[in-house]
């Protein structure tokens, strides 16, 4: 993982930590070395330009004689945060070595974070594991500088089952049921009130709006404040002629203008907004009579007393948080603490420091005020889980040792640091296996029974047995390059594979068997590889690499394909498949792999795909490779002789706020989604788009404006051009798919709320059938995600909205709760490839969107065969793969030489109508 760069610039050049540490621990704040001694000076070097922490106007000077500390202000589940939180750590100590970091809710006592068993493991490998784990929720920030600074001294502050801190989590729980009852109260109020938000409750209306203005803002990063490399520079500075840590901290305290916008006065407003909206919430339902005084009293005291005792609970922890802190700087013989701290606490913390007279600073990740992303949130709340059920930390010694263990750090358990280090010492071994060394011994231990190595004609092959009676393989071959991303990203794997489990085998019932793949490319774009990981039996997980090498680099490739898809042609098939050089060693992979278990060459295979480090990673998403596949397979092209249908991991849509790692979820929970592939008893499909083509029709549908506003911008066709070509070339295969359907399993509704009429009426008696329910839907420029609008005027819904009201007919048992829904969205103005999305959130079995921005044609084909296929009684999956193979074998047999997996061209429309534009 790319940190910081930092580095020390000495003057003199000699003895540098030794000097700084005794400038820093005079007593009573009073120089210990004579003026004569060599100056020392620090410099941090931002990482890409960017400023990823702020000093904060928390910044209080207390007495010279008693301790200071940096408060590093974090949330523990976003990965943004924590990288941040990491540099900020390793900012600090440079210019203070012998910092002490403390960590809340970690129990009182030194940290080993850095075991001796790593000094025998090159640096990159170190690292290269932490990035992975990093990446993957297992480490924190304080875990990723300590890996990178061994000298680094950590310390807990807390015990994680303090009276204090069950009282604070007990509180917040009591109070956040009081918030829902007031969220319900406020919808019933809402839905109850004509004329809701004008002039009904003023109190209400103003406490909604301080509520949103606050969100609003929490989510803009903030940038006031002084950037934590400067302010650091400038202690360092203050150093050189003031001698001590007080006096240079004095001097900032002095140069620092104060920020008005900073996360501590961000959260005090959010609060007393979440406030008002509750006491107004429950006061409007009482003047309602949605709720009886007598009710909304207790509902009232019952959110206060909780509020209370979360405040003493709060006091509680911060008494023994600071008391344990300074007992630790104690033990450490250190004056200087860093507490790392969830951000929730800075207020009343600094403000009890202050009282107390101890000198504070407070350090703010910038990302601190971004929205964390969800898969974050929930990969953060799986952990916890874990955690609070006593259940493994992390997956590789779950995977090994068939028992559970309980870590709060991951690192300061035994079982998990033992792997850490195993893990390094795996790639350190086949780095020098590879290159025909000698390889490192890995001792026996909780996790790891032994290692075998061999070395084939074709690889190097390294078993690790573990004490559970499971085991890992890798096999590399000799001409695999093992870099520290192809390292990280072959960790990564592994995590993600044994997570994954019992779904990397054949599902008994029908064979069905779906292998993991992961493809990485280097920073070149060129050069990478690719892992496939299987179960061969049920106490074994193999993991193949492959290396690659890309003919030009990914963005050419990818372009070359593009201008392609544009007008494509069987003249120019090879460009077409330029892109199938990405897929080609993982489709060989695949097939050695399918061979060895007995896989038959004509069964469908879903290979549930990652993508990581990859450049140009945006484009080559874009990619449909189930599609490309199949025009290789069809095209006797060399590797793709299966049926070969790859399905994405899902991605998040906010990850422009993620600043480390990719967006992508979990290989468990997309192979979990595969396998619950099966047989659809009653498809639904709710059209939003024009299907009659009259005038009166196309003038009220949102998504014909929409199309007729893209169509002007890119190709200035008038609103009667555009509807004249929709009717030309969309209408008749949105008519055939609609057919194919049948008109009893068609919805068309106005608004949202005619859809869950219909729905109500069309799926009240399913009973325990798996229902397929196609929303057709599109991108709205200038929002995020995908969109649902309509048939009515202001109509757009949000995906995501539209599903969850139609969940919520399960909640309320319209839909009978035992009836299975999937989610197939088509969206019809893509960008780019739209599975990614959604597959997480919504649990879409199937996600179809053409490449061209303003497609229909393309999906309807598809829906038409994949709906004929499941009204066969084919499973989801093999319908949609037909569907994928109807139209791709059109591409080889029609007269027309058109790939009908695109919109006919607007290029070609304007010739035939011998009309030329703009």
């Not at 610039?9 to 000097?19: P, R, S």
């Not at 179960?535 to 997980?541: F, G, H, N, V």
């Not at 509807?723 to 008749?732: N, S, V």
């Not at 053409?850 to 066969?872: C, D, F, W, Y």
Request: proline share 5%.
């Amino acid at each position: 993982m790319a940190d910081g760069k930092l580095w020390l610039a000495v003057a003199l050049g000699l003895a540098v930590a030794a000097v700084l540490g005794l400038l820093l621990m005079g007593g009573n704040g009073e120089p210990t070395v004579p003026e004569t001694e060599p100056a020392v000076s620090v410099e941090v070097e931002e990482t890409d330009g960017t400023i990823q922490a702020l000093i904060q106007p928390e910044m209080s000077i207390g007495e010279a004689d008693d301790p200071v500390f940096f408060i590093i202000e974090e949330n523990h589940a976003s990965l943004a945060v924590q990288q941040e939180v990491g540099r900020a750590i390793q900012i600090v100590a440079r210019v203070i070595p012998d910092v002490v970091v403390l960590i809340e809710g970690t129990a009182p006592g030194e940290l080993d974070l850095s075991p001796p068993e790593l000094d025998v493991v090159s640096q990159e490998w170190k690292l290269a594991t932490a990035e992975a784990w990093f990446e993957l929720g297992w480490l924190s920030g304080v875990e990723m500088a300590s890996l990178t600074d061994p000298e680094l001294t950590v310390w807990g502050a807390e015990v994680p089952g303090s009276q204090a801190r069950v009282d604070h989590r007990e509180a917040l729980n009591q109070r956040g049921d009081a918030q829902n009852e007031s969220f319900s109260l406020f919808e019933r109020w809402r839905d109850d009130t004509p004329g809701y938000g004008t002039e009904h409750d003023e109190e209400l209306f103003e406490a909604a709006t301080s509520l949103v203005a606050a969100l609003v803002a929490s989510e803009a990063p903030l940038t006031e404040g002084m950037p934590l490399d400067e302010a650091m520079r400038r202690v360092s500075d203050h150093l050189l002629t003031d001698r001590t840590l007080h006096r240079a901290l004095s001097r900032l305290a002095e140069e620092h203008e104060p920020a008005t916008d900073t996360h501590v006065a961000r959260t005090a407003t959010e609060r007393e907004a979440w406030r008002r909206f509750f006491e107004a919430s429950v006061r409007a339902a009482e003047g309602q009579g949605l709720v009886e005084t007598a009710e909304a009293e207790e509902l009232l005291e019952r959110y206060w007393n909780a509020h209370e005792r979360e405040e003493d609970a709060r006091a509680r922890r911060h008494r023994d948080i600071l008391e344990s802190s300074l007992q630790a700087l104690r033990e450490a013989g250190s004056n200087v603490g860093a507490l790392v701290i969830g951000a929730g606490h800075t207020s009343e913390l600094t403000t009890y420091l202050r009282d107390r007279g101890i000198t504070h600073v407070v350090i703010t990740p910038v990302s601190l005020s971004a929205v964390t992303p969800t898969r974050e949130i929930a990969r953060f709340e799986e952990l916890l889980d874990r955690w609070e059920e006593g259940n493994p930390a992390e997956p590789i010694s779950e995977w090994l040792t068939q028992s559970g263990f309980k870590a709060s750090v991951t690192l300061a358990d035994e079982r998990s640091l033992e792997t850490f280090s195993a893990v390094c010492l795996l790639l350190e071994a086949a780095d020098r296996a590879l290159r025909g060394e000698s390889v490192v011994d890995i001792a026996a231990g909780h996790v790891i029974d032994r290692v075998e190595f061999e070395r084939t004609a074709e690889a190097v092959v390294i078993k690790v047995f573990g004490t559970g009676q499971r085991s890992l393989v890798w096999e590399l071959p000799h001409d695999f390059r093992l870099t520290e991303s192809a390292a990280a990203e072959l960790v990564k794997h592994t995590l993600e594979s044994t997570e994954a489990g019992s779904l990397l085998k054949p599902r008994e019932e029908d064979g069905f068997f779906s292998p993991a793949a992961h493809i990485y490319l280097e920073p070149d774009g060129i050069h990478g590889g690719a892992f496939v990981s299987h179960m061969p039996d049920a106490e074994t997980l193999v993991t193949q690499a492959v290396p690659l090498t890309l003919p030009a680099s990914a963005q050419e490739v990818v372009w070359e394909h593009g201008q392609e898809l544009q007008a494509p042609s069987r003249e120019h098939l090879d460009d077409l498949l330029a892109p199938a050089a990405i897929l080609r060693p993982v489709a060989e992979l695949l097939n050695r792999t399918l061979d060895d278990l007995g896989i038959p060459d004509d069964a469908v295979t879903p290979v549930v795909l990652r993508m990581g480090r990859v450049s140009d990673e945006e484009i080559i998403r874009d990619i449909n490779f189930t599609v490309l596949a199949e025009i290789a397979r069809r095209a006797d092209l060399e590797g793709f002789r299966r049926r070969l249908m790859f399905v994405k991991c899902g991605l998040e849509q906010d990850s422009e706020r993620i600043l480390v790692g990719n967006p992508e979820r979990l290989l468990a929970s997309a192979l979990a989604n595969a396998h619950a592939w099966g047989k659809t008893q009653r498809h639904v499909a709710v059209f939003t788009i024009p299907t009659e083509g009259t005038q009166s029709e196309w003038r009220a549908n949102p998504y014909a404006r929409y199309l007729e506003e893209q169509l002007r911008k890119q190709y200035g066709f008038s609103p009667a051009e555009a509807r004249a070509w929709y009717e030309d070339h969309m209408l008749p295969h949105v008519e055939a798919a609609m057919r194919q359907i049948g008109d009893d399993n068609i919805l068309q509704p106005e608004t949202l709320e005619e859809l869950v009429e219909q729905l109500e009426g069309a799926l009240h008696d399913v009973g325990d059938a798996a229902v397929s329910i196609t929303l057709v839907g599109h991108r709205l420029e200038g929002e995020p995600g995908t969109w649902v609008h309509f048939r009515g005027e202001e109509s757009g819904k949000p995906l995501e909205a539209v599903v969850s009201e139609i969940r919520t007919l399960q909640d309320r048992g319209v839909i009978p709760a035992s009836a299975k829904l999937d989610f197939n969205v088509l969206v019809c103005s893509a960008e780019e490839e739209a599975a990614p999305r959604f597959i997480k959130d919504l649990r879409a079995r199937l996600v179809l969107a053409s490449p061209r921005e303003i497609g229909v044609a393309t999906n309807m084909k598809l829906l038409r065969h994949q709906a004929a296929g499941l009204a066969e009684g084919l499973p989801t999956y093999l319908a949609y793969f037909r569907a994928v193979e109807s139209v791709v074998e059109a591409f080889f047999t029609d007269e027309v030489p058109s790939l009908e997996l695109n919109e006919p061209s607007v290029k070609d429309h304007q010739q035939v109508g011998g009309t030329t534009h703009g």
